[in-house]
């Protein structure tokens, strides 16, 4: 339904399927009207995960709230360096 409102709208954009709860649980996504300006006609196009702009700000959003969290608990526990606290690791779930 997305994807048919920005075609109808004219939008140049990227929509992914994915669970809200879970941002994770990439299902699927597409490129609207990505060309839009040089043909002047409108399109879908399904594209990998790879090459989503959208999947890969998320990846890098949560490597950063990881890292951010690793840095955390190393100050909380009175550490400088996780590498040699595989058990910080375990315990983060990373």
Do not use: F
Not at 13 to 28: A, D, F, I, K, T
């Amino acid at each position: 339904m997305a994807c048919i409102n920005m075609i109808l709208h004219g939008c140049e954009s990227e929509v992914v399927q994915h669970n809200v709860l879970n941002p994770g649980n990439y299902q699927r996504d597409w490129k609207i009207n990505h060309n839009i300006r040089i043909y002047k006609l409108p399109s879908i196009i399904p594209i990998k995960k790879e090459q989503s702009t959208i999947y890969q700000m998320w990846q890098n959003q949560k490597a950063k709230h990881t890292e951010e969290k690793v840095v955390m608990w190393l100050h909380y526990c009175g550490q400088k360096s996780y590498k040699d606290y595989p058990e910080i690791l375990i315990a983060l779930g990373l």
